[in-house]
């Protein structure tokens, strides 16, 4: 239990005062402790109302008792919700970590007015997906010109020439693919990316088969051993995924594996069934990851300060993209790693249930 504590309620509430949020204690049986003036103004209460009857006068659409009830029953020190009402969008942030007030436990409920902060997010989001979308036309005719310049067919440049079309391609072409991660950026933290996606029974080996042609067209593809190794007889393995979602990730997972990995070692794709769920596996024998790398991998735009690892090109937003993306599908993915002996990046996705195909 929480040690008594005895505290002055107006200058506590002058304290609170001072906050640019709403800030309300509660104590866990949805009685309001004490509030500062901000809070019955944001959830558009009379602040008489809320202090009498506690968090059941908060209107439906806060979210504010569910929040308090859930935060209680799952002894989660910290949860967030967002809510909208008449046109604006409220962020309630619940705090419980063994707090007391006038001896009693209670639980910290901070509300924030985020419209202003939404509407430029989206603003800026809608701006910058715009933009790419009009760039990324015109910069694929240049990409095609400078390939098609590049290559056998133009042998009879002068070296000058086919040295510039080469490093225009190489530049375009690594320029073309930033823009398309921005792309996919754009989507993961759009506020409809669950929504848009389109979840259905996915076979296993035609995901794959479809990723591995778009590996084998990019430079740390061509002339590479990719090994696929999927259970023999029976149905095909599938599993439930947004199909263009999974090659998407599959796409990234294995372009980290030939960029890290020796050209002279395979990579691997492994799939199986694995506790309810189907589980790939995407091998290489390369340099791995530190330690120290690690916990940040997964971190947008990350790069590693590993000089082997630096000598290849990325914008760090690819293992970024997979797993947001993976868990938008309802699944995971984890890596495994031996720094100096390769890194196996680990998929799960839900099998589809009992009674075939999703409709």
Known sequence: MPNPMIVDYEGLKKI???????????????????????????????????????????????????AIRSACQTQQ?????????????????????????????CIVAMIDDITRQKDLEEL??????????????????????????????????????????????????RLHALLSDMGDLFALDSPNAATDLFLENVEVRSVINRCLRR????????????????????????????????????????????AYSPASEAVYIKAAQAEGMIEIRVEDQGIGISPADMPQVFNRFFRSSDPAAAKSEGGG????????????????????????????????LPRPTEGGWIE
């Not at 696929?228 to 995924?241: F, R, T």
């Not at 970024?320 to 890596?335: E, H, S």
């Open 124 to 173: 800026c989001s809608g701006f910058f997906s715009e933009f790419l979308r009009r760039i990324k036309g015109p910069l694929t005719s240049v990409k095609t010109a400078l390939s098609v310049l590049s290559s056998d067919q133009y042998a009879s440049l002068d070296t000058e020439a086919r040295e510039v079309a080469n490093l225009g391609h190489e530049e375009v072409r």
């Open 215 to 258: 590996v084998q067209k990019g430079p740390h593809g061509l002339d590479r051993r990719i090994a696929i190794a999927l259970p023999e007889g029976g149905p095909p393995l599938c599993l439930v995924a947004d199909y263009e979602k999974l090659g998407l990730v599959l796409y990234h997972l294995l372009e980290n594996a030939l």
């Open 16 to 66: 609170l005062d001072q906050f640019s949020c709403g800030v309300i204690l509660a104590g866990e049986d949805g009685e309001i402790l004490v509030c500062n003036g901000k809070a019955p103004a944001l959830l558009q209460t009379d602040p008489i109302d809320l202090m009498e009857r506690g968090v059941a006068a908060a209107p439906a659409w806060s979210g504010l008792a569910s």
């Open 317 to 348: 937003l690819g293992l970024f993209l997979a797993r947001g993306f993976t868990r938008l599908m309802g699944g995971t993915l984890v890596l495994e790693s031996r720094l100096g002996k390769g890194t196996t990046a680990v998929i799960r």
């Open 77 to 105: 020190l910290r949860q967030s919700v967002e809510a909208s009402h008449d046109g604006k969008r409220f962020s309630i942030t619940v705090v419980r970590d063994g707090l007391c007030v006038y001896g009693k436990a």
